[in-house]
């Protein structure tokens, strides 16, 4: 079955850190680029991050940058997202999805062809 499983979601208060994980099952991620998405209630999905294929290109949502890294490890088949100094308004279900477009770094959903089922993120004191 081919499927992206999303990890590392929770409760943190403000200021504080996660790290996402999205694994691929079933299928090499080696050349897929790879986009971090969230959607908090009653709001649209934004994009947050996305990583090339290779790792060598990365792009960041004006709201995250600084605070969130996004890495990707092919070995493992597994690309992070490293989350500090985490705010309020980050709480939403954050979501991986990878496009076989290896260079691909947007958010228009139906360029991408595996989507995880995502993971909860709430900041909150």
């Known amino acids: 079955q081919l499927q992206l499983v999303e990890s590392g979601g929770g409760l943190v208060q403000p200021g504080g850190s996660l790290r996402l994980s999205c694994a691929a099952s079933g299928f090499t991620l080696d050349y897929h680029a790879i986009s971090w998405f969230r959607q908090a209630p009653g709001k649209e999905r934004e994009g947050v991050s996305c990583i090339s294929s290779s790792g060598g290109s990365t792009n960041y949502a004006d709201s995250v940058k600084g605070r969130f890294t996004i890495s990707r490890d092919n070995a493992k088949k597994t690309v992070y997202l490293q989350m500090n100094s985490l705010k309020p308004e980050d709480t939403a279900i954050y979501y991986c999805?990878?496009?076989?477009?290896?260079?691909?770094?947007?958010?228009?959903?139906?360029?991408?062809?595996?989507w995880g089922q995502g993971t909860q993120v709430t900041v909150s004191s």
């Open positions: 999805a990878a496009t076989i477009l290896g260079d691909y770094c947007g958010t228009v959903v139906n360029r991408f062809n595996y």
